[in-house]
């Protein structure tokens, strides 16, 4: 079974703290991304990156940053959190590019404060 | 990239089928689409892909006519664990891909 995996189910951190979400997948894919979902506006993509050390802006790339030094292991950082920063956040990884097939992790939800 | 509509809740009964549209009137040529099922607590999964006219698989069909202007999910029968939320995905072979806000589903007895 595809497996993607996120750090933390449930974090809660204080306005202005450095804030590191980690994703491990385990099928070789190339291709892995950061979402934000949010009631009403669905899953919106905040970055992806292609390939090792490689990244690509998403929609909503504003307050944060991402890094890639291993192909299974995906970070999403929040440089200084803020509350609209409160969300839930998602990894999916896939093999191909936006047209192949997704695995999704359970999902990290974030609450700052 | 195609933005896509779709809405935002729909209610239905068990045994019943359910159609659920999105619309995507800006698709491009290379774009397909492709719709994903989100249970509470869990990340979305795949459903269902198609590029043109009706893709079937052994959960649900894709309908997507001509203009491929806008899709339609079919659900037969629907159960009661079929409650969720639905998205629709537009995207090409590249990362340029955009989902929809999504449609919860409520499947009552």
């Known amino acids: 079974d595809v497996k993607v995996t996120q750090s933390s189910r449930y974090l809660v951190k204080r306005t202005g703290e450095k804030v590191f979400l980690e994703c491990v997948q385990d099928m070789d894919h190339e291709n892995m991304f950061w979402y934000r979902q949010d009631p009403g506006l669905g899953l919106r993509l905040i970055y992806f990156s292609y390939d090792v050390k490689m990244k690509e802006k998403g929609d909503i790339p504003e307050g944060y940053s991402v890094s890639r030094e291993k192909k299974e292991r995906f970070s999403l950082i929040l440089e200084s959190a803020s509350t609209n920063q409160t969300s839930m956040y998602l990894c999916?990884?896939?093999?191909?590019?936006?047209?192949?097939?997704?695995?999704f992790g359970p999902g990290t939800r974030l609450t700052v404060t | 990239l195609a933005k896509t509509t779709q809405p935002i809740s729909m209610d239905s009964y068990e045994g019943q089928e359910v159609n659920i549209t999105c619309s995507h009137n800006?698709?491009?040529?290379?774009?397909?689409i492709t719709w994903y099922q989100q249970f509470p607590s869990q990340g979305p999964r795949f459903i269902i892909q198609?590029?043109?006219t009706k893709v079937t698989n052994e959960v649900a069909s894709l309908f997507i006519p001509a203009d491929r202007k806008s899709s339609t999910l079919s659900l037969p029968r629907v159960s009661l664990s079929d409650t969720a939320v639905y998205y629709c995905l537009v995207g090409d072979y590249n990362n340029d891909m955009r989902f929809g806000a999504g449609t919860r589903l409520t499947v009552k007895p």
């Open positions: 198609g590029y043109k």
């Open positions: 999916a990884s896939s093999r191909g590019g936006g047209r192949d097939e997704q695995y």
């Open positions: 800006n698709i491009a040529t290379n774009d397909y």
